[in-house]
């Protein structure tokens, strides 16, 4: 009763807000898709239409970022406004872990203010957060709470890890999907399964673009690849690696066309599988992009979100706010020999840039790295008749989407929720050149940048570094001894971020 009640408040509360509450709210969430992996960024070779359209129709950003180089950080900051490094145990997660974000009784997160607010909400895809209190190994033959559903999704249908990581199920609201009580499900991430296949020990049962490159991916074998983790049973569950993209489409249009029936908005965070390995891509597109392997998962991410978009416009949700994303910056050569080094040879998935505010030069980096382009990462909002059409070079974080989209929807943020967020609407919708003040960036090395306009900071060991990025795009020239006052300045208000004063 008191859900409902505090959800008839926000949604009258929204009436008088100084934007219209969007009808429904789409979060497409890429992994590993780096600034100018597609068409839309620049990539003639990767055919994106449906990516470019809606760029063509919405506003693409040049200057905006994840809050760290990795997916389980990213992901946590993106739904609980908070970065990361803030907490213990947010690093990249083993498939069997305890679920890392708060519940809505704890904290209240981006999905239960949304929630409390009047939209349904639903978690489709990668998850990779975590499941169930930790006190105890997973039984995944039963329901595993807390889970997307505690922290405040009403319908979830989630991987629980990555494509590579076991369990290599589907799970939905809880329960995998396909179990079968007599083929228990059992996973491990330190002692293989007596009997069961290993790709270090059965070469000959892999895909040939399956092979892996390194200790890492070379545990159980499903659907001919090998993953992390050693898993066995549960084989009527198993998913398909090429059937993926598909399943989890599937199961959107399926939320969109329920939420249509109900006459209810919605928000919908939809976290693609693709372009993370293992790189399978279904038939139909395979050879559709000039990089191989890598860009014909690239076109098939782009056509989840033409499907997306076809069932927004069916269901008469044409109006809604989309907002297009990735968990991080690039990787071309990720644990498996699946050709993308030589089929992606020439291609920077950080390049071409030569927009915005940058003047020559070009971006470097990747996933797992501190440079800009671990963390710039593609971004286009598109909500018709609210976002100005064009390029933005405005600097956005991603860590501030929830307090905005909360705020957008009328929904009250409790005083403790959303720490690190700030309400960055008018950057979204064009209104604001200038975007956010400052923002952080990390990597899994433990290793924390600012940025502030044009200039970044970050410290290693007993070295300051400090770069123009207007001048020096690619990081390659440290001016910290050179502007040693504005090193000081950075310096200290870095630390004054991590101490916890809060952003302007």
């Avoid at 519940?103 to 990668?126: D, M, N």
């Avoid at 080094?341 to 020559?360: E, F, I």
């Avoid at 382009?373 to 070079?393: E, Y």
């Avoid at 990081?475 to 991590?498: G, V």
């Amino acid at each position: 009763m008191f859900r409902q009640l505090l959800g008839l408040v926000f949604v009258l509360g929204s009436l008088w807000a100084a934007e219209p509450r969007p009808r429904a709210i789409v979060l497409f969430y890429a992994d590993d898709l780096g600034f100018a992996d597609t068409s839309a960024y620049g990539c003639t070779r990767v055919p994106c239409p449906h990516t470019e359209r809606l760029a063509e129709q919405g506003l693409l950003f040049t200057d905006a970022h994840s809050t760290h180089s990795v997916c389980t950080p990213s992901r946590y900051s993106l739904l609980t406004g908070e970065y990361a490094w803030r907490r213990r145990g947010t690093g990249i997660l083993p498939g069997d872990a305890k679920l890392i974000l708060p519940t809505e009784q704890e904290r209240p997160s981006l999905p239960a203010l949304l929630r409390c607010a009047g939209y349904r909400t639903a978690a489709i895809g990668k998850w990779h957060l975590g499941l169930g209190r930790g006190s105890a190994p997973i039984n995944w033959n039963a329901p595993i709470a807390p889970g997307p559903n505690e922290v405040g999704f009403d319908h979830s249908f989630i991987m629980a890890a990555t494509g590579d990581r076991v369990p290599c199920v589907f799970l939905r609201n809880g329960c995998v999907v396909g179990a079968d009580p007599a083929d228990p499900i059992e996973v491990s991430y330190r002692t293989p399964f007596a009997g069961e296949p290993l790709g270090s020990t059965h070469p000959e049962l892999l895909k040939p673009y399956a092979h892996s490159k390194g200790p890492q991916h070379n545990g159980a074998i499903v659907d001919g690849i090998p993953r992390i983790g050693f898993m066995r049973g549960g084989r009527a569950a198993l998913w398909k690696d090429q059937d993926i993209a598909d399943r989890l489409t599937d199961e959107a249009i399926a939320f969109i066309a329920d939420c249509a029936r109900q006459q209810t908005p919605f928000f919908l965070y939809f976290a693609a599988n693709d372009i993370h390995v293992p790189r399978d891509p279904h038939p139909r597109f395979v050879g559709r992009s000039g990089l191989g392997i890598r860009g014909d998962v690239t076109v098939q991410m782009d056509a989840c979100l033409g499907r997306l978009r076809e069932a927004l416009e069916a269901h008469g949700y044409a109006d809604s706010l989309i907002i297009l994303s990735s968990d991080n910056g690039p990787v071309i050569d990720d644990g498996y020999d699946d050709g993308a080094l030589r089929d992606c040879a020439g291609h920077n998935p950080v390049a071409p840039m030569s927009m915005g505010r940058v003047r020559d030069g070009k971006l470097e980096g990747g996933k797992y790295g501190i440079m800009e382009g671990s963390t710039r990462v593609p971004l286009i909002v598109c909500w018709p008749g609210h976002t100005r059409r064009g390029r933005s070079a405005a600097l956005v974080s991603q860590v501030d989407f929830a307090r905005t989209l909360a705020e957008l929807a009328g929904a009250e943020v409790p005083e403790g929720a959303l720490p690190d967020s700030r309400n960055c609407l008018p950057a979204l919708l064009g209104q604001d050149a200038a975007g956010v003040p400052e923002l952080i960036e990390s990597n899994n090395g433990g290793c924390l940048a600012i940025r502030r306009g044009r200039y970044k900071y970050y410290r290693r060991g007993e070295t300051d570094y400090l770069f123009d990025l207007e001048q020096d795009l690619g990081e390659q020239h440290n001016k910290a001894a050179e502007q040693p006052e504005l090193t000081a300045e950075l310096r200290a208000l870095l630390q004054e971020r991590i101490a916890g004063k809060a952003t302007p």
